[in-house]
Nanobody, 129 residues
């Protein structure tokens, strides 16, 4: 089992920044590619970003491209999501997810929630206008 715990959410004004972190425990972390998803009230969970096992490959949803940056530190067993130029529409619960093996071998499989085996409990991000 791999356990994931997100932190760093909060309330921020539009245009501001937040950095989310996801701490992993339980298994060899660098065997797992990871993704970030978000879910706003009344909406489906949607893909935000993905990062490969080494951190050398990343992918982003069009809505966050250029504003969000995913990174990871395999020594510290953490994945981060730096969010800048935040907008009210970024308000959601943000989830970290992981999948053993690669996410970047077949098309856009990293955008699908069913591609991931492990999920964190989520952290709330609220952006005020």
């Amino acid at each position: 089992q791999l356990q994931l715990v997100e932190s760093g959410g909060g309330l921020v004004q539009a245009g501001g920044s937040l950095r989310l972190s996801c701490a992993a425990s339980g298994r060899t972390f660098n065997n797992y590619a990871t993704g970030w998803f978000r879910q706003a009230p009344g909406k489906e969970r949607e893909f935000v970003a993905a990062i490969s096992r080494s951190g050398g490959a990343t992918a982003y949803a069009d809505s966050v491209k250029g504003r969000f940056t995913a990174s990871r530190d395999n020594t510290e067993r953490t994945v981060s999501l730096q969010m800048s130029s935040l907008k009210p529409e970024d308000t959601a619960v943000y989830y970290c997810a992981a999948r053993e093996g690669s996410l970047f071998t077949r098309g856009n499989v990293y955008t699908r929630t069913d591609s991931y085996d492990y999920w964190g409990q989520g952290t709330q991000v609220t952006v005020s206008s």
